[in-house]
Each structure stands twice: as C-alpha cells, then as structure tokens.
C-alpha cells in the first residue's frame, strides 16, 4: 500500500518584492484507496500544496518532509515524482503547443512505465477512455490544451488520470468552470479510478457540489497555509451551510 506523508510542510512563493510563505506548516497523510477533500477559501494555497508535491520550479520547500513509502519525494525531479507514481491534475491546464493529445499521452506513459506501451492494446486502451469520458476521438489529433474548453481541458486530465494509473493523484479544483453534465462526467472517471482502490486521491476544491459525486473518506478544512480542521464526509455538509467564515476570521 502506497502512502503519502507530508508533515510539517512549510513552502514560499518567489513572488515579486521577494520570497512569501504560502505553506505554514502542512500536515498530510494519503493512503493508496483513500480519497481526502482538502476544501477552502481562494488564496489559501490550496494550489500552493499541489504544485510543491508535484514539484513546480516556483515554489520553494522551506520546512518539513514529503514521502512516498519513505521514500524523499522532495528529492525527487518532477519526472521522478511521476515516475514514483505522483499525478497532477492543475487548476489551469497549460498548453503544449505542437504536440497532440495523443502522442503527449503516449509520451507521458512511456516515461512513466519505463517502456513504450504496445501500440495496438494502446490505441483501445485510449479509445475505451476517451469514449468513457464522452470525448469525441477527434479530440486525440489536437494540441494539448490548445484552445480547449474548460470542461475539455478538465476531461483531459481525467483522461491522463485513467491512463496513467498513479498511485497518489492529486486533483485541483478539477470541478471548477464545468456545467453539471461535464462534472458528472469528469467525476465518473475519478470514481472509476478510485473503484481500483490502487490510488490515493487529493482532491482540492473550494465547492462542496464534486462531493455529491465523489464522497470523500476524509475532509479537511484548509485556511491560511495550514489544515486547520479534519473530519469525515460530514464536514463537508458543514461547510456547505456555513462557508468557510469561521476559518478565515481573524487570520492566522
Ligand atoms: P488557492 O489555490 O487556495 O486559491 P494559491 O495556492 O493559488 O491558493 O495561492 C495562495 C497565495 O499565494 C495567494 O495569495 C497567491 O497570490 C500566492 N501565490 C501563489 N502562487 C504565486 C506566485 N507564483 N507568485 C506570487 N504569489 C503567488
Ligand atoms: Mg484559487
Ligand atoms: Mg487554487
């Protein structure tokens, strides 16, 4: 069994007038099988956490430990955190200009299994999730992220979701700016993943409406850099009733 631990985590921004701590002190534990919501306010650095475990350039780790089955992630290259089985679904996709889905998602998974997937089980394979998703096959022949629609941008990620089979996935805000068909859609493809039980799953919004779809095992208030409450899928119903006022209140 898979296990992410992130303890003590304290990360800074290289922002313009100089280094700002964002992360304040994260404490984390995600076990392949499990799905935690880690829900908060905007500007919380909700994105913060995601883009450091995935090992973004921009963020500085200046505190505390990140580790895959005690392995030092915070070691790792952003290839080998992929490698290792840690999988980013960003807030804001970028895009690849000149590269098509396809071969980006042949690519990606010939990195991640150390070897060429065999091209004729590949191309069912890609097919059967792309149909899944609702995805016109088209859609494998345009440039990644390239005039994509929110919810294309969104289904594609889940699409590399399903693909690449990760042990730790970490979804941010994956629901945000899709119409109720297309969250349904993206959720059923988290649920279909998550059904194998092989991954563990951050999933990071700041709306309660994705867990109508996705019940989450644990939930996790995040203000100000830091968890600062956990409980079950209850607290969820918690938040959608009384926001995330008492929280922010009076900072931190
Ligand atoms: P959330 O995802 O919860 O909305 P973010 O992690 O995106 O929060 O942002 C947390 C804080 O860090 C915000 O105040 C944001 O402006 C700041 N921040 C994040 N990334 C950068 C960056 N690259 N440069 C400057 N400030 C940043
Ligand atoms: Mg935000
Ligand atoms: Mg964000």
Same mark, same amino acid.
């Given at each position: 069994m898979a296990t992410l631990e992130i303890h003590d985590l304290h990360v800074s921004v290289d922002a313009e007038n100089g280094p700002r701590e964002i992360l304040k002190g994260v404490d984390l534990t995600i076990k392949q099988g499990e799905t935690h919501a880690v829900m908060g306010p905007n500007g919380s650095g909700k994105s913060t956490l995601a883009y450091s475990l995935a090992g973004h350039p921009k963020y500085t780790v200046t505190g505390g430990t990140v580790t895959l089955d005690g392995e030092d992630v915070l070691e790792m290259s952003v290839d080998e955190r992929a490698r290792a089985g840690v999988f980013l679904a960003m807030q804001y996709p970028v895009e690849v200009p000149g590269v098509s889905v396809s071969n980006f998602l042949r690519t990606s998974a010939t990195a991640i299994r150390g070897e060429a997937p065999k091209l004729r089980t590949w191309v069912k394979e890609v097919r059967e999730a792309m149909d899944q998703l609702s995805m016109d096959p088209a859609f494998a022949e345009?440039?990644?992220?390239?005039?994509?629609?929110? $919810?294309?941008?969104?289904? !594609?990620?889940?699409?590399?979701?399903?693909?690449?089979?990760?042990?730790?996935?970490?979804?941010?805000?994956?629901?945000?700016?899709?119409? &109720?068909?297309?969250?349904?859609?993206?959720?059923?493809? &988290?649920?279909?993943?998550?059904?194998?039980?092989?991954?563990?799953?951050?999933?990071?919004? !700041?709306?309660?409406?994705?867990?109508?779809?996705?019940?989450?095992?644990?939930?996790? &208030?995040?203000?100000?850099?830091?968890?600062?409450?956990?409980?079950?899928?209850?607290?969820?119903?918690?938040?959608?009733?009384? $926001?995330?006022?008492?929280?922010?209140? $009076?900072?931190?």
């Open positions: 345009r440039n990644v992220n390239e005039g994509f629609s929110g $919810g294309e941008k969104k289904r !594609h990620e889940i699409l590399q979701l399903e693909l690449l089979k990760p042990k730790i996935a970490i979804l941010d805000e994956t629901d945000s700016g899709l119409d &109720v068909d297309a969250l349904r859609i993206v959720s059923e493809g &988290v649920n279909r993943v998550r059904s194998t039980g092989d991954v563990g799953t951050l999933l990071i919004t !700041h709306y309660t409406r994705i867990l109508r779809y996705i019940k989450p095992d644990y939930v996790h &208030v995040f203000a100000n850099g830091r968890i600062v409450e956990s409980g079950g899928a209850e607290l969820a119903d918690q938040l959608e009733n009384e $926001g995330y006022d008492k929280y922010v209140k $009076g900072g931190a």
